[in-house]
């Protein structure tokens, strides 16, 4: 008896702190599918309330193997996120606010791109290790697709500085030049997530 009140007292006191009582919906977790599938990269983000139309939300991303003897794209990132709703949470139209971080050792990644004052086609035919750190503002929206499924698209541009050691080749290990710094401006999220609500 003691332990079943015991179990609906922690329930209630975890629907309190959620903000919305017994409604469904308090906690949502995900993967972002354009990262599982695109980058070979594992994922997941959790999404809880905060007040009626704000909830936070942290993703974790990880790639910790080499592609091929030539080919890096190893990296992990955190981005924690404030998120608006225009409507409510979890369902609709959503802004956000974001801060990320992380890691990376990537190289031997062919590709001609080249935007807003960053190269990457130099990814191409030489690898870079570093850190970076950064911050952006996003916009959402989120389809629900049954009782606990939805599907939410987002995109996200902001700023992000880093600092790098560059060495020739993807898998070599002379350095070519080190602690360089870069401002990056341009895309800093986007995101196809599967998201499971409960």
Known sequence: MKKKIGFKLVLLLFAA???TGARSQNIAVKTNLLYDIAAYTINVGVEAP???R????????????TLSHDRRWKHWLIQP???????????GHFLGIHALGGQYNVGGLRNSISFLGTDFSKLSDRRYQGWFLGAGVAYGHTWILGKHWNLEAEIGLGYIYTRFDSYPCAACGKKLSEDNSHHYVGPTKAAVNLVYTF
């Open 17 to 19: 702190l959620a903000g």
């Open 81 to 91: 996120e404030a998120r608006y709703w225009f409507c409510d949470r979890f369902a």
């Open 54 to 65: 704000w909830t936070v939300d942290l993703s974790a991303n990880y790639n910790g193997w």
């Open 50 to 52: 905060l007040a009626t």
